[in-house]
């Protein structure tokens, strides 16, 4: 899980196959041009579409948006850098 603070690495892409299913993915939703999430990849449908989950159990996910294409996924999470704890 990520908190407040925390680097994100991540490989920017234009995705062609569906990554693996636990794959951390930031993505951008058509409906919200501009705003970025980052969600755990849970399940892939025959058509390609994903569906991602949240790690946090009051985030918004594939629960109130239904299926997502696969050109929703911008950029795979490689690592995180923790933040420095003060």
């Known amino acids: 899980t990520y908190r407040s603070g925390d680097w994100l690495l991540a490989l920017w892409k234009n995705f062609t196959s569906a990554p693996k299913i636990g794959t951390i993915l930031v993505i951008e939703r058509d409906e919200q041009p501009g705003i970025l999430y980052v969600k755990r990849l849970t399940e ?3 058509a390609g579409e994903l569906y991602l989950s ?3 159990e009051a985030g918004t996910d594939s629960r109130q948006w239904g299926w997502l294409p ?4 911008k950029a ?4 995180r ?4 704890q003060l």
């Not at 795979?76 to 690592?79: D, E, G, I, K, P």
């Not at 850098?81 to 420095?84: D, T």
């Open 44 to 46: 892939i449908n025959s």
């Open 54 to 56: 949240s790690d946090n």
């Open 70 to 73: 696969l050109t929703s996924v």
């Open 76 to 79: 795979r999470v490689l690592f």
């Open 81 to 84: 850098v923790k933040r420095a």
